[in-house]
């Protein structure tokens, strides 16, 4: 163990050495970041390995502001050179940048991290042998291909593992460091029919331990029952039919909720719900929070990518529209606090990303939603991207399975669903209970009238 | 040009390289290569009229990959030590299982066209000119039309260079210029808002950005759209005549045909064209290519990323299907022409089937007649992203510019269309093909799983009879 706590006091070191260095060179504010990874993955497929990859790797990022001037640079090369250079390029590059009023670091009273273990990182992901490793691919695999004769090819199953760690410094003297784990396991098995038509479809569990993934056997079953179900899809015609999203799609269009309330989106006006604030803006059943301090949260961080700790945003309440989500620069461009939600790689200005977003469920179960649809269109997959945040317009291609008086009665495919994002989240009739993480991005099943289905 | 880069970078002499590949090859296996890779690059924009930031980057390493029958194992490091090198050549060496092989010895120099500037390259402007061309874009924009309130534009450059080893006597380096500017609008009209998207570059000198596809040119264009979209009526939904404008829209093609086209899929039997090959799967009109040796466009290569020359690859001719996109692996798996459509985004990932410039050729039919011909339908020319599912041939793809027909005549503006259709028989609907192939402008990247590569797309004006249009609006 002494091996690695050396290694990481050298990685907390180094940033602050480039903090420092870029102070010494003229940087009247400096930030770095240190970012290091391990990753393993392995396919097999049909049995068989087919790729097998394992490898780590670190790189440094130095954000400078010279006066109201900034520039970022990144770098693969540790030693103290490539550092050097950095660090350097960063300071040469902010001279052609604009004077910004608004821009710099975080004012020292808003930097600080979140004490304790936040259940981020356990090194079991890493304990395995390869040919554990592969086992367990394989038993995805084999559990996803199993029980039918329809399902003839695959995709393969797969197991992943990752470390990461992530340290930060800047010139107010904020130092933090993190690191955090997570493997899957995942199947993607391929069903044809008679005619030789094939669907593929996928199932995957993740998990910040070994010990809370999902058993391989239970991944490849539901695998295999999402891609059965899709067989002899056939297009509907073109009508307005009451819409129950599942859980992954519905998630979808959370995500799309968390676009339209991303500060960077609302001080330009390229979001429709700019100017909104304490407005009504959605039905009065929905309320959406964003949570960066769950424990062993996929979304979870002692402190965002600016050294502000993370924190729990309402941001939806009862329909009224409560709160943004932004870092340090959109806050002040909106007049507002950061709510800590700044996000990075290595490169680049920082951005604003979710903690653990999610919809405050209901009291009805998927099935008894589906039930008290006469008929309708239950979507089970979102394929393409048409969405205009500056509008709200929502056009994706889908599929899905048909529902007549509360069953579900045949797939459907090659259609589309539109619709509103400001009506469709007005028009929530029924949301269930089963709020269930698998990301950091999460919605139970939804029901939404009057969206458009276009098929024949 | 400054040939050996990573021989003088790194101190790498040829004795070094073929140690890693004994390395790589110590447990066995059928072929084993070293990709190495230094990247430059810089990017900045234009946002609210300043330049917020500017961002700088290097990004070296290594990617070692060993294949034993269909199976991979690869590993990499950013770090070029020796000794770095080595351990990731034995880890990727974990999938062989046998008596240790002996790589080639004489590793042979792939020889490379020169399909783009080296010298002048768009990376080694002066900064302050980079930064002249998003200060003019927003300019330009803003001059457009007073109720775009909203610009930014942005203009990145990289420079990678890449040297590729491999087992059978592969010896492969190249210097890859790219270069892009892209301009973004929001226009604002009382309660309506709209945007507008442009941009284009490719492995073009500098000057090209002064000459012909200047700021003003994308500035405008981007304007344009916004303005055009504020006096957009929702869209009809259902199944009508679609007619195609020349170039961007070609992303159809990308979607509909070209993925499942590549090797990998059809190898494995998981794409909708399996199969296929020698069958109908277009109109006669059709005839579509994959062709990365075009003069200085963003999917061009002189090698691919497993060292070979890349082609002009005939995909479909007449309608017939005639051929896949292949990388090393499944060209030898399968026994087909090897087509040099083997990409890969970095050092750190796997090389695969991936397209370059992908676009249909001319036909013989005046775009206006084509107008003309419809009388109900859907005139698409602008276009977000898309995205297929390989499996059941569905893609779906966003236009961010379209207008109704009517009895022939180009009317209304139409607010974000999506089209969806089926890939194997979508180019069986097409009726007319213009005379007018355009390639975008050079702004494409394409992702599959979870690697992204530059590319090109094209078609000229199209008419397809009958697609699925996604919109609000009432069915036409």
Known sequence: MSTIATVEMDLRELAAGAVKRARELGATAAECVVGEGSEFSTVVRLGEVETLKESGSRSLGVRVFVGQRAANTSTSDLSPEGIEQAVR???????????????????????????????????????LSNEERIELARRAEKAALAGDPRLTNSEGGTFDACILRKVLANSHGFSGDYRSSYCSISAVPIASDEAGNMERDCWYSVSRTLAKLESPEEVGRIAAERTLRRLGARKVKTQRVPIVFERPTAGGLLGHIFDAVNGDAIYRKASFLAGKLGQKVFGGNLTVIDDGTIPGGFGTRPFDSEGVPTRRTTVIENGELKGYLMNTYT?????????????????????????????????????????????????????????????????????????????????????????????????????????????????????????????? | MDKRFFFEKYGLSACDLEKYLGAALSAGGDYADLYFEYVTSTALSVDESMVKSAS????????????????????????????????????????ASGPAKTPVVSLKETQRPSLYPIADAASDAELSKKVELVFRADKAARAYDPRIKEVRASYADELRRILVIGSDGTFAEDIQPLSRLSVFVIAHDGEISAKGNSGGGGRHKFEMFLTEKTPEYFATEAARQAIIQLGAVSCPAGEMEVVLGPGWPGILLHEAIGHGLEADFNRKKTSAFSGLLGKRVASDKCTVVDNGTLSERRGSLNVDDEGNATNNTMLIEKGILKGYMADKLSARLMGLPNTGNGRRESYEHIPMPRMTNTYMLSGD??????IKSVKRGLYAVNFGGGQVDITNGKFVFSASEA????????????????????????????????????????VGTCGKDGQSVPVGVGIPTLKIDRMTVGGTGSAA
């Not at chain 1, 709510?339 to 290595?346: C, M």
């Not at chain 1, 653990?356 to 008894?368: I, R, V, Y």
């Not at chain 2, 039919?365 to 084509?370: A, G, K, L, R, S």
């Open chain 1, 89 to 127: 390029g960063a300071i040469e590059l902010a001279k052609i940048t604009s004077e910004d009023p608004m821009g710099g670091i975080p004012a020292p009273e808003q930097l600080g991290q979140i004490e304790g273990d936040l259940g981020l990182y356990y090194d079991d992901v890493y304990s």
């Open chain 1, 331 to 456: 806050a002040k461009k909106l007049g507002l606090a950061t709510t800590g939600n700044a996000s990075r790689g290595l490169a680049g200005t920082p951005g604003i990303g979710n903690g653990n977003l999610f919809l405050q469920p209901g009291e009805k179960s998927q099935d008894e939603i589906i039930r008290g649809v006469k008929r309708g269109l239950f979507v089970t997959e979102f394929l393409g991207f048409g969405v205009n945040l500056v509008t709200g317009d929502f056009s994706r291609g889908a599929s899905g399975i048909w529902i007549e008086n509360g069953e579900l009665v045949y797939p459907v495919e090659e259609i589309t669903v539109a619709g509103n994002l400001g009506e469709m989240f007005s028009n929530v009739s029924e949301i269930g209970s089963d709020l269930i993480w698998r990301g950091s991005v999460a919605c139970p099943t939804l029901r939404i009238e009057g969206m458009t289905v276009a098929g024949e």
């Open chain 2, 56 to 95: 700088q980057g290097i990004s070296a390493g290594c990617g070692v990959r060993v294949v034993t029958g269909d199976r991979t194992g690869y590993a990499y490091t950013d770090n070029l030590a020796p000794e770095k090198i080595l351990y990731a050549a034995r880890t990727a060496a974990l999938i």
């Open chain 2, 365 to 370: 039919d005046m775009p206006e007649d084509i």
């Open chain 2, 403 to 442: 207008f109704l027909i009517e009895d022939g005549k180009i009317t209304a503006p139409v607010r974000d269309a999506t089209l969806i259709g089926n890939g194997p028989d979508v180019l069986t609907r097409v009726s007319m093909v213009g005379n007018d192939l355009e390639l975008d402008e050079g």
